[in-house]
C-alpha cells in the first residue's frame, strides 16, 4: 500500500485527490495536511467526507512527512514547493507538486511570469514535467513530478500532434480556452463572488497569463521550434471545466483523414484521450469528474486554418487525477488504476 501525505488537502485540488485515492485499490491517506484547518475533522472541512474519512488535518512538516509516507502530493499556492524540497526530502519520499515550481526549466522566465523568487532552483532540472501522454517514461524514473497546469494540459494535448508531425505554422497559433470558477481555487476573492462570475464571462490576464510560458515550453520542445504563442483565457459561470479552442494555419494541403490519422498516430492507445468522431466538439459536461480529455479537430479551406479543441474537468485530468496518474507511473501501477471513473451527467 502507498502511503499519501496530502500537504494543502483543503484546497479543490486537495480535496479531488483525497475524492480519487480514497476508491484507489493501492493507496492510503495518512497525512490531510492544512494550514487554516489543523486539528479539525477533515469531514468538518468537507461535508462530502462524513463518515468516510474521520482523520484530522494536521499542519505542514516535510521532515516528519517524508518520514511517514512514500509520496507527498503539495496541492498549494506557488512558490510553497519550492521552499520545501532539498535533497534529504526527496531521497526519502517522491513529490508530485501541483503547482507550478518546477514546471519551467529556465528559472528567470519562472520568477519573470510568477513574480515570485524560486528558492529550490537546483531541483528544476531533475523535475520531470507530469504530462503522462508524452513524458510517461520519464515519470516513471522520477522523483520530483512537476504536474501540469489546467489550461497547458488541455492546450498542449489539444495541438500536440500536429505541432509535432510539423504540420501546423507555428507561428501563428491562438489558444483560446475557457475555465469553470474551481480553476481559481477555494480561498476568498471578491473576483470569484457569486454575482460578480454569474451570468457573464470575461477574457483575464491577456497577454500576461502565466500558463503562456508553460504552453510555448511544451509546443516548442514538440515541434523543435521556439513557440511564441498568443493565449487568453476567459473565466465562465460553472463550478469545473476547462474548453480550449486553438487555431493555426496550415502548412500543406491536408484532408480530414489526413489530419485524423495524427491524432490517431498520438492517442489511439491512450486510455484517457478520447479524439472524438469527426465534427463532434468537446464538451465540458461530457468529461466532468472523469480523468478524460476529449479532443477534436476541424479543417477550415477558407482560411487554410485547422482548429483544435479539447475538453477537460481543470480538477481531474487537469490537476489531482493527473497527479494520480504520474503517481500510478511512480509506483509501477497502472496508469488508470482508481481513475476509471467514468465522467458525471447532469
Ligand atoms: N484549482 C485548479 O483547477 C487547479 C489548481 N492547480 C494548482 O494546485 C495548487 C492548489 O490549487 P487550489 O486547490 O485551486 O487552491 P486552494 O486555494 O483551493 O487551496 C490551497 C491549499 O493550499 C493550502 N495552503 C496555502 N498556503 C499554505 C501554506 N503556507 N502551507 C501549507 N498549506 C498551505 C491551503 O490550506 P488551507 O485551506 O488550510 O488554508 C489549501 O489547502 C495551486 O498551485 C494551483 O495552481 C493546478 C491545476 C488546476
Ligand atoms: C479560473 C482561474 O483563475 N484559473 C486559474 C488556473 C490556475 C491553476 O490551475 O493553476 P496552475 O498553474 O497550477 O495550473 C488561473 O487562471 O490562474
Redesign the pocket.
Known amino acids: 500500500m502507498i502511503r499519501v501525505g496530502i500537504?494543502?488537502?483543503?484546497?479543490?485540488?486537495?480535496q479531488e485527490i483525497v475524492r480519487i485515492l480514497l476508491r484507489h485499490p493501492e493507496a492510503k491517506i495518512v497525512w490531510y495536511?492544512?494550514?487554516?484547518?489543523i486539528d479539525k475533522r477533515y469531514s468538518e472541512v468537507f461535508g462530502n467526507m462524513f463518515q468516510l474519512v474521520e482523520d484530522i488535518?494536521k499542519g505542514?512538516n516535510m521532515k516528519e512527512l517524508a518520514d511517514q509516507v512514500d509520496v507527498i502530493f503539495t496541492?498549494?499556492?506557488?512558490g510553497?514547493c519550492g521552499s520545501l524540497v532539498n535533497e534529504e526530502i526527496l531521497s526519502k519520499v517522491k513529490i508530485v507538486d501541483?503547482?507550478?515550481d518546477f514546471r519551467i526549466k529556465d528559472v528567470d522566465k519562472y520568477e519573470k511570469w510568477y513574480g515570485i523568487h524560486h528558492e529550490s532552483p537546483d531541483f528544476i532540472k531533475e523535475a520531470v514535467y507530469g504530462l503522462c501522454e508524452i513524458n510517461r517514461e520519464d515519470v516513471k524514473k522520477a522523483r520530483l513530478i512537476a504536474?501540469p497546469?489546467?489550461f497547458p494540459t488541455c492546450s498542449i494535448l489539444s495541438v500536440y500532434p500536429l505541432a509535432k508531425e510539423g504540420i501546423i505554422d507555428m507561428s501563428t497559433v491562438i489558444i483560446d480556452a475557457k475555465s469553470g470558477t474551481?480553476?481559481?481555487?477555494?480561498?476568498a476573492k471578491v473576483a470569484n463572488l457569486y454575482c460578480e462570475v454569474n451570468e457573464s464571462i470575461k477574457a483575464y490576464g491577456v497577454t500576461t497569463h502565466r500558463h503562456t510560458p508553460e504552453i510555448e515550453d511544451q509546443l516548442s520542445y514538440a515541434s523543435g521550434e521556439d513557440v511564441i504563442l498568443n493565449f487568453t483565457p476567459h473565466l465562465v459561470p460553472m463550478n469545473r471545466g476547462i474548453l480550449v479552442t486553438a487555431y493555426a494555419s496550415l502548412k500543406k494541403n491536408v484532408t480530414y483523414e489526413d489530419v485524423k490519422a495524427i491524432y490517431d498516430k498520438y492517442y489511439k492507445e491512450e486510455y484517457f484521450v478520447r479524439v472524438l468522431d469527426k465534427d463532434v466538439c468537446p464538451e465540458t459536461r461530457w468529461v466532468e469528474g472523469s480523468n478524460f480529455v476529449d479532443v477534436n479537430f476541424r479543417i477550415d479551406p477558407r482560411t487554410n486554418r485547422v482548429i483544435m479543441m479539447g475538453a477537460i474537468d481543470?480538477?481531474v485530468k487537469?490537476?489531482a487525477g493527473q497527479a494520480v496518474q504520474n503517481m500510478n507511473l511512480l509506483f509501477g501501477l497502472p496508469e488508470n488504476l482508481g481513475l476509471e471513473m467514468p465522467p458525471v451527467f447532469p
Open positions: 500537504i494543502g488537502s483543503t484546497g479543490y485540488a486537495g495536511g492544512s494550514r487554516s484547518y488535518c505542514e496541492a498549494t499556492p506557488q510553497l501541483l503547482s507550478a504536474n497546469g489546467c474551481s480553476g481559481a481555487g477555494r480561498g481543470n480538477l487537469g490537476a
